[in-house]
């Protein structure tokens, strides 16, 4: 006879453990549970208790973890042992990039353009890059007015950096 093994809240992390999973995930960030607990907005006590499965977490939570670590929910959670009712319930996708993400995307894109799409049309015009590059400026100074997390603070100064380098200054 096999031997009854529990599967509620509260069991040990193993193989197929949500919170291991999310536990990894914060890890490769180099994120503390503190870090992680900003950015859903509940305490670092109640991160702990979903990495070491104490608690279940809501589809609420699952969806901004899934943005957060740059997945889709239902990838989040196949292979372990979060509820069928719950993960029914998932949206199948969500936004995985904050708007400093998406300026710097679309800087390093216009960067491109500028210098000639890797050579496939000829660099624009020194004027039209100062331009670009000016309107970057702005853009760049409201962003870095108004970020506070570590890792997008450090990307936009580096950005504004750059832009300051190419226009000389």
Same mark, same amino acid.
């Given at each position: ?18 919170? /291991? ?12 549970? /503190? /870090? ?9 006590? @109640? ?27 239902? &990838? ?8 069928? @009712? ?16 998406? /300026? ?5 894109? &216009?960067?491109?353009?500028? &210098? ?27 962003? @870095? ?9 450090? @990307? ?14």
């Amino acid at each position: 006879m096999d031997t009854w093994e529990p599967t509620w809240p509260g069991r040990p992390p193993g193989p197929g453990s949500l919170g /291991q999973r999310i536990s990894v995930l914060r890890a490769e960030r180099s994120w503390t549970q /503190q /870090q992680l607990a900003d950015r859903l907005g509940i305490s670092r006590v @109640a991160v702990s208790h979903l990495e070491t499965d104490l608690n279940t977490p809501s589809e609420r939570t699952v969806t901004i973890l899934a943005g957060l670590f740059g997945m889709e929910p239902h &990838d989040l959670v196949a292979g372990v042992s979060y509820p069928v @009712a719950k993960s029914d319930r998932l949206p199948v996708v969500v936004t995985r990039w904050t708007e400093v993400e998406h /300026q710097l995307a679309l800087f390093e894109r &216009d960067l491109w353009w500028l &210098d000639g799409a890797n050579g496939s049309v000829p660099a624009a015009p020194v004027s039209l890059v100062d331009d670009v590059l000016g309107e970057w400026s702005v853009v760049l100074a409201k962003l @870095a007015d108004s970020v506070r997390e570590p890792t997008e603070v450090r @990307a936009v100064a580096a950005a504004r950096e750059v832009v300051s380098h190419r226009l000389g200054g």
